[in-house]
């Protein structure tokens, strides 16, 4: 079974970073696009980012230039490095094999679907002074 173990999560002030990591197990990291998805309190599944297979990276407008996206194929382990942090980044993020529907121009699109695609616990970040 396929499973995706999310980490690094946490609170920090705002301007601060943090690093997430995700795990994976049970599938072929390297043949599989990955992504980020979060979800902040009282709001629905947003796309975060996207790598992938050949290390391609795609962002979403409000954390292109904060955020980065990054894949150990050895480690299995997919990451998140998150730059500049802002209030408007708390919430809980996700790792997914979910499909976007497409990409284009650095950005992709789609409405994630926890039904869809595996995904992990979440961990979760808080932004605040």
């Known amino acids: 079974a396929v499973r995706l173990v999310e980490s690094g999560g946490g609170f920090v002030q705002p301007g601060g970073s943090l690093r997430l990591s995700c795990e994976v197990s049970?599938?072929?990291?390297?043949?599989?696009?990955m992504n980020w998805v979060r979800q902040a309190p009282g709001k629905g599944l947003e796309w975060v980012s996207r790598?992938?297979?050949?290390?391609?990276?795609y962002y979403a407008d409000s954390v292109k230039g904060r955020f980065t996206i990054s894949r150990d194929d050895a480690q299995s382990t997919i990451y998140l490095q998150m730059n500049s942090l802002e209030t408007e980044d708390t919430a809980m993020y996700f790792c997914?094999?979910?499909?976007?529907?497409?990409?284009?121009?650095?950005?992709?699109?789609?409405?994630?679907?926890?039904?869809?695609?595996?995904w992990g616990q979440g961990t979760k970040v808080t932004v605040s002074s």
């Open positions: 790598i992938g297979t050949d290390s391609r990276t």
């Open positions: 049970g599938l072929t990291l390297s043949m599989t696009p």
């Open positions: 997914t094999n979910w499909k976007v529907r497409y990409c284009t121009l650095g950005r992709c699109f789609g409405t994630p679907n926890r039904a869809s695609g595996d």
